[in-house]
């Protein structure tokens, strides 16, 4: 999240008053975690995610912290 926050919302042009720059870091944020597809999330945005993991746990009874699907490994997404 780091190098696309860099590359994208510090690239454009932001306000220079801090309730203005809240406003659009907010949403930018927002977009991110509620309707960006994250490769490492296999195609889902990270609420859809967290969602898809509480549903799966909640169905085999695991303890809600335990991942039940293996995470897809970095060198694949290259």
């Known amino acids: 999240m780091r190098r696309t926050f860099k590359d994208e919302f510090y690239t454009r042009p932001l306000p220079s008053r ?3 720059l809240q406003r659009e870091l907010d949403a930018y944020l927002d977009d991110c975690n509620r309707e960006r597809p994250h ?3 296999n195609g889902l945005s990270p609420l859809e995610y967290l969602a898809t993991v509480q549903t ?3 169905a085999t009874e695991e ?3 335990k991942v039940v699907e293996e995470p897809v490994p970095l060198e694949s997404q290259r």
Request: no cysteine; proline share 17%.
């Open 39 to 41: 490769r490492a999330l």
């Open 18 to 20: 801090i309730p203005e």
């Open 63 to 65: 303890p809600l912290g």
């Open 56 to 58: 799966i746990n909640a």
